[in-house]
């Protein structure tokens, strides 16, 4: 297999692969985008001077072909001039000088027929190479739209990354200033208050409850001096 196979063969494996189906399959989708794109990348690169030297070498074989097409013509022209000037001999009675110039036009017309031969040996191996190079053309095509695609989906894939981490770091930090959260520290400091706060509510309602008894005490004496003071106003009625 020729180097010029291999390039073709991977630039159709390469512009023929489903990307999303390796993505799906991969563990870890962002260095199996970074291996892709440096493969593609490698492939392009390769591909590329392949196609350079493919189109040279058909070119090149163009001209050759040129040349023979036209060397053929330039022979054809040379045998149809000897064969006149023969028979402008033959017609002057110099039998000599017209079997020369025939001659020379089998000469030439032996040369013509070589050069058509080369040139129409070369026309199909020409027209084969053109089917190739436009197959390249088009495989690089492929590659670099996919190329594009496969930087496309790993910056997409990147800011997703990103973007999912940062939330991460988010919802963590909303998580650990959640003050229905007991376990955390906010959630502990704001229950050191309630009970410090609670502490201080019960003292003076203690506080309070001691000096509301020594008021009933008070109210409690108060009334025994009205009861009595009554009690000898009645005796003074009776």
Known sequence: MTQKQTILGRISQLAKANINSLLDR????EKML???VRDYT????????????????VRMAEADLRSDEEAA???GRKA?????????LRGSGDAAGADKFDNLAKIALGRQIQH??????ARPAIEQQNVTVDKLKEGLV??????EELKSKRGTLVARARSAEA???VNEAMRSIDVMDPTSELGRFEDKIRREEALVAGRAEAHATTLEDQFDQLEDHSHDAEIEARLAALKNQG
Do not use: C, F, H, Y
Not at 42 to 57: C, D, L, P, R
Not at 116 to 121: D, S
Not at 142 to 147: A, Q
């Open 142 to 147: 492929s590659m670099k739209t996919k190329l």
């Open 80 to 88: 149809a001039a000897a064969s006149r000037k023969a028979e402008e």
């Open 34 to 36: 970074d291996q892709l």
């Open 167 to 169: 939330q991460a770091k």
């Open 42 to 57: 490698n492939s392009i690169a390769e591909a590329e001077e392949a196609v350079a030297q493919t189109i040279a070498n």
């Open 73 to 75: 013509q330039e022979w």
């Open 116 to 121: 058509e031969g080369e040139a129409n040996a």
């Open 26 to 29: 991969a563990e870890d989708p």
